[in-house]
């Protein structure tokens, strides 16, 4: 009996074995899952690293699992990871790991990822697309779902926003999910949407548009105004958010089609550039079932930028995402999952070392890697 447990492998003990049981299964699902996990917070990059660092690592991993063959090979980590459906992973692990970080906060940004490393010419597949949903405020994954390949994140998001608790939760979409019935959902679940609109959405883009140039100024001291500034990296950029009540400026029509809308907003964003003394300016709009307060909107349409920062940005440079070879549709998605996983556990942890340290720390020192993990004796 291992000396040390978990709340996390008591969870994958409770997932369905999806293999044929017979005489020739040598690794229990909890052992080859358990596995497949400690390489990814490790930095492993594939199966071959992952089995290569249990080898090395063998001593600790029989602390709190039973390994009766040894550690299972690259080739049966394969094999596991290929028919273990993703829904059924995230159902287990996602309560694991709110449990063990904190109740994520109201913001919920949702958006696509494609990960290159999935396409195959010779075998005419497309890389594969990814819409997760993202905690922003305390860098927290709430879920993810793959893009058919005959399909698009219109189809996507929907069955994404059915895994996720939108109670008093503000989702903000990009102009892909700017579409009524995702609205309606979100309104539906008691929830309230940000969703950014462009061309995709013609009627209702040219009376956004209108709307801000009939709409008079705010004074100065409006909650329906605010600008902010920021410097950083060479560049100054002033952000104007100005929000109207959607009701007074949008036609009959589309104010019954959007579910709960409340407030049309557009961001005006200008920067200047030190290096090349230029500058450019931005304007984009928005939908939201928000009361029209620049500051609140403001805030949330700013953080959306943290899934493309926080996640999408360190998937590919810390977790070489993008790199990594995988033509198996299941194993591609379950491998993302334990990459997302992977780094929310790391954002959770307090040290001030960057991502990346903490990611090699968890690989270098099992005491870090066991934290991590919250393991404790029996």
Same mark, same amino acid.
């Given at each position: 009996m291992p000396p040390m447990t978990c709340a996390l492998v008591e969870q994958v003990q409770t997932i369905p074995d999806p293999r044929r049981q017979c005489a020739n299964l040598k690794h229990p699902l909890v052992d080859v899952m358990m596995l497949g996990f400690c390489g990814v917070l490790?930095?492993?990059?594939d199966f071959v690293e992952i089995a290569t660092w249990g080898k090395l690592h063998e001593a600790f991993l029989r602390t709190f699992l039973e390994l009766p063959q040894g550690i299972p090979s690259?080739?049966?980590?394969? $094999?596991?990871?290929a028919v273990l459906p993703t829904a059924t992973l995230q159902a287990v692990l996602l309560p694991?790991?709110?449990?063990?970080r904190e109740v994520p906060e109201e913001w919920i940004h949702v958006d696509g990822k494609t990960l290159r490393g999935t396409r195959c010419q010779s075998r005419k597949l497309k890389a594969l697309h990814v819409v997760s949903a993202w905690a922003g405020q305390t860098g927290l994954t709430l879920g993810q779902v793959a893009v058919d390949a005959k399909s698009n994140e219109i189809t996507a998001?929907?069955?994404?926003?059915?895994?996720l608790d939108l109670h008093e939760k503000i989702v903000t979409l990009d102009a892909m999910g700017c579409q009524r019935e995702i609205a309606q959902r979100i309104v539906e679940g008691g929830g309230d949407y940000i969703l950014a609109v462009k061309d995709n959405q013609p009627t209702v883009h040219a009376e956004v548009q209108a709307a801000f140039a009939q709409a008079p100024a705010p004074p100065l $001291?409006?909650?329906?105004?605010?600008?902010?500034?920021?410097?950083?990296?060479?560049r100054y950029e002033q952000r104007?958010?100005?929000?109207?009540p959607a009701r007074e400026y949008l036609s009959a029509a589309p104010a019954?089609?959007?579910?709960?809308?409340?407030s049309l907003v557009m961001v005006t964003r200008v920067v200047w550039e030190q290096a090349t003394e230029g500058s450019s300016m931005e304007v984009r709009y928005f939908l939201s079932s928000l009361p029209p307060v620049a500051r609140r909107l403001g805030s949330a349409i700013r953080g959306h930028w943290s899934i493309e920062n926080g996640l999408h940005w360190v998937l590919d440079v810390v977790f070489r995402e993008d790199a990594r070879r995988l033509y198996d549709r299941t194993t591609a998605e379950n491998v993302a999952f334990m990459n997302r996983l992977a780094l929310s556990l790391l954002r959770g942890d307090p040290s001030k070392s960057s991502l990346k340290v903490k990611r090699k720390q968890a690989g270098w020192s099992t005491p870090y890697l066991a934290q991590l993990l919250g393991l404790h004796y029996k």
């Open positions: 490790a930095g492993c990059e690259h080739d049966t980590l394969t $094999r596991v990871f694991w790991l709110q449990e063990r998001v929907p069955e994404l926003l059915k895994l $001291r409006s909650s329906r105004r605010t600008t902010t500034f920021e410097k950083g990296h060479g104007t958010v100005q929000v109207v019954a089609l959007w579910a709960g809308v409340l």
